[in-house]
T-cell receptor
Framework: NAGVMQNPRHLVRRRGQEARLRCSPM?????VYWYRQLPEEGLKFMVY????????ESGMPKERFSAEFPKEGPSILRIQQVVRGDSAAYFC?????????????FGAGSRLTVL | QQQVKQSPQSLIVQKGGISIINCAYE??????FPWYQQFPGKGPALLIA?????SEKKEGRFTISFNKSAKQFSLHIMDSQPGDSATYFC???????????FGAGTRLFVKA
């Protein structure tokens, strides 16, 4: 089991470009969460998804940010028209159904730098 | 209501000493309290967790103490080692998953 796979690990974008971050959850996990970590700060919840559904997007900015978890393929966090303030590490986590649903397994993160 | 407050922000401990990190929460609907450890350049990894029906849980050198009435919980690292130097996050979530709320983190440095 390869764990939670995130790519790219590092992404550089210029202001105004789009960033797409991908996350493949652990095998058997149906819950996906995205968190943002700014330098020297904690993990801020962005969005919680299950297959084909957004369950909770209360932490995601209304503008420019979107997330999906299609029936087939990885979860995608999309940031349109990036600004310098979007520079951060974006972590994906997954969890299984049932009693372990709140036990998160994190990926290694995608580090976005906006020039 | 959804916040988890963590202190201290940073901590320096001598090798062999005890590291103590504290957290407090407001929402009594939280019923799962994990601690995550994060090394530079890596994702957080679950270290130890507790549910509010017990007051203490120990795994090796790591112990969680839980005070339900005070809505506080803490991580104790006994015999701290340089390899324990990392950032530690407390967290809280409700039964059934949904989102996990994280504290701001504590950067621990263990001096050799």
């Amino acid at each position: 089991n390869a764990g939670v796979m995130q790519n790219p690990r590092h992404l550089v974008r210029r202001r105004g470009q789009e960033a797409r971050l991908r996350c493949s959850p652990m095998k058997g996990h149906s819950h996906v969460y995205w968190y943002r970590q700014l330098p020297e700060e904690g993990l801020k919840f962005m969005v919680y998804l299950q297959k084909e559904n957004i369950i909770d997007e209360s932490g995601m900015p209304k503008e420019r940010f979107s997330a999906e978890f299609p029936k087939e393929g990885p979860s995608i966090l999309r940031i349109q028209q990036v600004v310098r303030g979007d520079s951060a590490a974006y972590f994906c986590a997954s969890s299984p159904d049932g009693a372990g649903a709140n036990v998160l397994t994190f990926g290694a993160g995608s580090r976005l730098t906006v020039l | 209501q959804q916040q988890v407050k963590q202190s201290p922000q940073s901590l320096i401990v001598q090798k062999g000493g005890i590291s103590i990190i504290n957290c407090a929460y407001e929402n009594t609907a939280f019923d799962y309290f994990p601690w995550y450890q994060q090394f530079p350049g890596k994702g957080p990894a679950l270290l130890i967790a507790i549910r509010p029906d017990v007051s203490e849980k120990k795994e090796g050198r790591f112990t969680i103490s839980f005070n339900k009435s005070a809505k506080q919980f803490s991580l104790h690292i006994m015999d701290s080692q340089p390899g324990d130097s990392a950032t530690y996050f407390c967290a809280a979530s409700m039964r059934g998953g949904f989102k996990t709320i994280f504290g701001a983190g504590t950067r621990l440095f263990v001096k050799a």
